[in-house]
Each structure stands twice: as C-alpha cells, then as structure tokens.
C-alpha cells in the first residue's frame, strides 16, 4: 500500500477513484493557453527520467494555424492539423515502478490527464505505448478505455452532457504494447516502435515536437507526469508548486527498494531530504547502516552515504543534479554496508549490455566492455590498470551518441569507481570478491 | 481463440493513418499474437505475415528479431525452440539481486535439471533471466508466461513448481492465478 507522510495526499488520493472533475472544469472554464499557463505555474517536471518542465513541452508544440483552428471543433481534422499525444508507459528503469502502480490503481487518472493534455495541445490522438511484459496492466487499463468511451469520456464530443458551453472536443486513446526493449523508453526509439519499425532512437533534431509520430507533430509524456495534471488543476497550480522546490513544483511518486525496510511506492513533496524520506520508509533493513543509494533509477550516478549526510541532499531535480547525480525516474535503491559495489554495477552493466539498441559503436562495444571488464573485477580476474581503461571507454561514451543511453551506462559505471576505488583495487589486489570471501570464512566457523 | 479475434486483439482504429503506416503499425501486434499462439516466430509465419500486410520480408524480420519477446529461428541464442508451456523468467536486475535471486535462480535450475535459457526435455518449463520487471518493491520477482510472481522465497517457488508440474499433468493446463501468486500491481503488499 502506498504510505503517505508529511502532507495530505494530493495524487494518490484518486487511488480507486473514476473523478474526471478536472477535466469537466477544464473543458467549461478553461482555454487551451490557460491550461498550459497553470501547467508552467506549477514547475511540474517530467517525471519519465529527463525532467523537461512539462508547461513548455506543451508550449512547443507548433502553434495551429489560424484558419485551420477558427472556431472549428477539432473534429475536422486536417492532415495539417493532426498530432499526437503518446503517454510512454514503457517503464522499465531498474528501480522503478511507480507507472506500473498507477497504471494498477489509478487508470482513470491517467486517462483525464491524457484529455487534459490533448485539450491543452491540440491533439486529436493519443497512444499509450505500455510494456510488453505488463499484462494485467495493459488488461485493467483496456477496460479503463472501453468504460471511458462508454461513458462519453472519450471519443467524439466527450463530455457534452456536462458542459455548459457550446464548446466541444473529441479525442480518441489507442493503446499499443511493447515487445520486450528498455530501448523503447526512449522517446524517439518509442515512436520507432510505434510506427513499426525497430526501436532504435532517432537523431534529433528534428524534435518529436515538430517531427514524431507518423511524421505528425507530437508530444511524449510519461505515465506519472500525465496523471498528475489533473491533480494540478484540482488543488491549483500555486497550490501544488509550493510542496516542491522553487524550480521542482509539487510531489512525486517514489519507489523504494533494495535494502529499505518498507519498500513500495511513496508520495513525498519535492521539498523533502533525502535522508527524511529514507527515514520516513523505515529506513535500512535490519537495522543495518547504508553504504550507498542509487537516487533515481539504475542510471543514476550512486551516492555515498556520507555525502547524502553531510550535504543534506534534497531530493528535487537540482539539488541532485548539484551532486552529480540525478532525479531520474525516482527510482531510490538503498544498499546496506553488506553489499559489494563491485558486483551491484557489474549487475547494472550486464543488464545495460543487453539493452544496447546497437545503432552507435561507441555504446555497442562501450557497453559491452565494461560489463565484461566489470565481472572480471567482481571474479579478481583484473589488473589494476583496467580501472584506467575504465575510464577511458567512459569517456569515449558520454556525450557522444545519438540517445542518452550511453550516458545512463556510464552513470553506474563511473560514479562507482570514482565513489568506491578502495572496494575495487582491493578486489584487484586479493584477486577475489572480499564480500564473498568473508562469506566463505564466516560460513566454515 | 478464433482467428478474427486474435486479429483484433492487439489492434487499432486510429483512421488518420494511410494504409502503408497502417500495416506497418500492425507488424508488432500480429507479431505478438503469432509468439503467444506458438511460443515462437518461425519464417513461415513471417512470410505470411509480409504477404498478408503487402510488405517485403524484410521488414517484418527486422523487427522480429529486434524485440526480446520474439523467439525467431533466424536467431541464434539458445532459444531456438519454442518455449515450454511455463515459461518462467525470473528478474536478475538491482533490487532482486540485493533480495537474493541469484540464489533462486540457481536453486530453480537445480531443481529442474536445466540452465537458465533451456527447456525441461518434457517441454513443460524454461527458465531465462529477465530484467527489472518493475516489481522491485516485491522482489525477487519472476514472469510465469503472462503472470507476476512476487515476493519470491526458495519455498515458494519449489512448492509452486510442483503444483504447476502435477497440474500440467493432470488437467493439462497450470492455473497460474491463484492464493499463491500475487496479483496486486506495483506497490507493496502490506
Ligand atoms: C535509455 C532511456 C530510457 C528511457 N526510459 C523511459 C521510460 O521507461 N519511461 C519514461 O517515461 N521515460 C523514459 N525515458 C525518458 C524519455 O525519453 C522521455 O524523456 C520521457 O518519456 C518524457 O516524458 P516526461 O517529460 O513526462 O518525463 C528514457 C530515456 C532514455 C534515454
Ligand atoms: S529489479 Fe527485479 S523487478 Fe526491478
């Protein structure tokens, strides 16, 4: 179950709930700038991994022209005029799995964030592309869809029983499953996917804004970003911005797992420290003491447990980036004083191997080195050089391929080398796992 | 599951598409019902595929062997043969792996005589490794063909492999829903 702490719950609160309030309110007050002028009020950040402030991806969207758009319902759509909402429901982020929760427990939610967004963006479609392997999911959010249209909540003229003006808006929701790629994640691989193709990301510029799906302008948002507009409106904008952070408004949804004590997803204002919301989850299991957290998702960099001590670290979008690390997925992994580092990346790396979509040499054979250099560590296969080479593939990787994939495989990789050097040279150096080893010899007395 | 059902399954309405973008859009979802139908992808299938959506076979083979979830004889791992009728695919990543799923996984294989990545020689299971399953609130967590499994002890699997074994046995088909299996979605259960 979700445990809420420190404030009233503002998302989880539709947890069972069919409310599609905001969006009746959106449609009968609203005008597609204002929404997207509360949306920027309320520095709601994408949630998917980038964190883009979703008020002005939505305000990038190439503007409609006049006559096309002249008090026209948005019925006769036009070749010119037809773009895409797409909700990138494809989580797959080791750590992470809070889309995955709502996608179960609050699949209206998502639904009227998607209408919300499409109003606010022009659009006349919308996809959920959903994990492949997400079965009861994709099953329970199908129904969602096919109640919705039932009800008049999608399709043509939604809502007209409920709206006071003449206004109207049509928007239909297709929902399209994944075959099993990390890589689909990606925005761009995604739209591949989509339209068919290998997920393989594409070159931007073009951005999807101008050049996405099937050609037509589109707008990719994540499952948690979506489905938190409605809860925006609800409590207002000013309202919600103030749980976060000057520049991260609001409050996110968190999974923890790994060595905590209550593992699940929570939701915590943007406001809170990283060490409090540990903490507020029962903090390491066991009693143990943390050796280290991954803050958001398997890509980001890891951090020591001193450094989330003494530099009481926030866990909002800048304060991490000021770390060095980043918010991600809010995906949070703690790692008590039992685990060997050597072997927690060389587990990320091995996964992130077999993800490579294998476009760019650079993270082709990149990630392929450093899973095998990794293991060999782990195995004290290695010379104490190898950490220099390390290094050097890191460096041919980042920054240098199409997508950021590159960069979440070296995220792991760098930042446990730079963070735990000791741990590996002394893997080098006894030419074993020393956490193994000590297993052995606790195990023989 | 009837033909014309299986078809509209997995497919859409969206009417702005013209009809190359149409078919094209269509390759995953066919591809994905002729995996679920026959546990594997063979040439055949996507030749008929290309004929039926009036694309090049190569178009159809590209994306086949991109996405993990289909088994193609055009590949080369171990997975050449369609998958057994449990197919059992337990998460290695992060957070099952600090909850011990090497452990299970090791005794899985023991415990059905095979490897990660083969099938049991009565074609009841297969076991692979799969990554985060986006259960890492309840790991160690695995996949039983469409199916989580969460919370993951030694216990639990042997006794819910020899429940699926007997039931295979008998009844011909393994309920894979049940007081056992978790069905909550995401989140902790407690
Ligand atoms: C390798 C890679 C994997 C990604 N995986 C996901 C994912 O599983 N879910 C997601 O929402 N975003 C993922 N993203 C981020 C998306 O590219 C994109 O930024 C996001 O969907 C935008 O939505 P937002 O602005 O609402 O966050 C991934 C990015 C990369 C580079
Ligand atoms: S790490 Fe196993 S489900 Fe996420």
Redesign the interface.
């Known amino acids: ?2 445990k809420m702490s420190v404030i009233e719950p503002i998302l989880t609160k539709y947890i069972g709930k069919k409310d599609y309030l905001s969006i009746k309110k959106v449609l009968n007050e609203m005008n597609p700038a204002d929404v997207i002028q509360d949306v920027k009020k309320s520095n709601l950040r994408g949630r998917g991994g980038a964190g883009f402030p979703t008020g002005i991806k939505w305000s990038v969207m190439p503007v409609i022209p006049k006559e096309e758009s002249k008090e026209k319902s948005n019925k006769e ?1 036009t070749p010119i005029t ?1 773009r895409y909402l797409v909700c990138n429901a494809d ?15 609050m699949p209206h939610l998502l639904i009227e964030g998607m209408l919300i967004a499409a109003y606010a963006i022009g659009a ?2 919308g996809y959920i592309y959903i ?7 994709y099953r ?1 959010l199908k129904n969602a869809i096919e109640e919705a249209y039932q009800e008049n909540y999608l399709g043509e003229n939604v809502f007209s029983k409920f709206l006071n003006t003449n206004k109207n808006f049509s928007f ?1 929701l ?9 890589i689909c994640g990606e925005e761009t691989a995604l739209l591949n ?7 393989e990301p594409r070159i931007k510029p073009p951005y999807p804004a101008k050049f996405g799906a ?1 050609g037509k302008s589109t707008c990719i948002n994540n499952v948690e970003t979506l489905a938190t507009v409605p809860a925006i409106i609800n409590i207002g904008a000013e309202k919600y911005a103030k749980y976060g952070t000057a520049k991260s408004g609001g409050t996110r949804l968190f ?5 905590i004590q ?4 929570y939701e915590f204002p943007l406001s809170i420290k990283l060490k409090d919301l540990i903490n507020h989850c029962g903090g390491v299991k066991d009693g143990k003491k943390l050796k280290a957290v ?1 803050p958001g998702g ?1 890509s980001a960099p890891i951090l020591t447990a001193e450094e989330i001590d003494t530099l009481d670290l926030g866990v909002d979008y800048d304060s991490l980036a000021a770390a060095g690390t980043m918010a991600g997925s809010g ?1 949070i ?1 703690l ?1 008590d004083e039992t ?1 060997c580092i050597v ?2 990346a060389s ?2 790396l091995k ?1 992130y191997e ?2 490579s ?1 294998g476009q760019c040499s650079q993270c082709r054979e990149g990630s392929h080195w450093l899973a095998r250099l990794f293991h060999r560590i782990e195995k004290g296969e290695a010379e104490m050089k190898e950490l220099d080479l390390i290094e050097h593939i890191c460096s041919n990787m980042s920054m240098q391929t199409i997508c950021a994939f590159a960069d979440a495989v070296v995220g792991p990789a760098r930042s446990s080398i730079k963070k735990f050097r000791s741990e590996f040279e002394e893997h080098i150096r006894i030419k074993c796992c020393p956490f193994k080893k000590q297993k052995e010899v606790s195990h023989v007395l | 599951m009837n033909e014309n059902e299986n078809k509209s399954k997995n497919e859409n309405k969206n009417k702005y598409l013209n009809m190359n973008e149409l078919h094209e859009h269509l390759i995953i979802p066919r591809l994905r019902n002729i995996q679920e139908e026959h546990g594997y992808v063979s040439m055949k299938s996507m030749r008929e595929l290309a004929e039926s959506l009036s694309l090049p076979l190569m178009k159809i083979r590209e994306v086949a062997t991109f996405y993990t979830f289909f088994n193609t004889d055009t590949n080369t791992d171990t997975n050449k043969k369609a998958v057994g009728k449990l197919h059992i695919q337990m998460c290695t990543n992060i957070a099952c792996w600090l909850a011990g799923a090497h452990q299970l996984l090791h005794s899985l294989e023991n415990k059905l005589s095979i490897k990660s990545g083969e099938t049991t020689t009565d074609n009841l299971f297969t076991i692979s490794e799969v990554e985060c399953l986006a259960a890492c609130g309840t790991a160690p967590a695995m996949q039983v063909n469409e199916t989580y499994v969460e919370n993951l002890t030694e216990e639990k699997i042997m006794k819910l492999i020899d429940l699926w074994r007997e039931e295979m046995k008998t009844n011909g088909v393994a309920t894979l829903d049940g007081c056992c299996i978790s069905t909550t979605t995401g989140g902790t259960s407690s």
């Open positions: 179950m979700i759509i037809l989580e797959g982020e080791p750590g992470t799995f809070k889309d995955r929760f709502i996608i179960g427990k006349r479609v994990r492949g392997e997400f079965a009861s999911e329970i239909d297709h929902l399209y499953r994944g075959a099993g790629a990390y996917s989509l339209e068919g193709k290998r997920g099937f999974s923890l797992s790994g060595h209550n593992p699940g997803v991954i398997g995906g992994i790692l685990t072997e927690a587990v990320l996964f077999h993800e979509c």
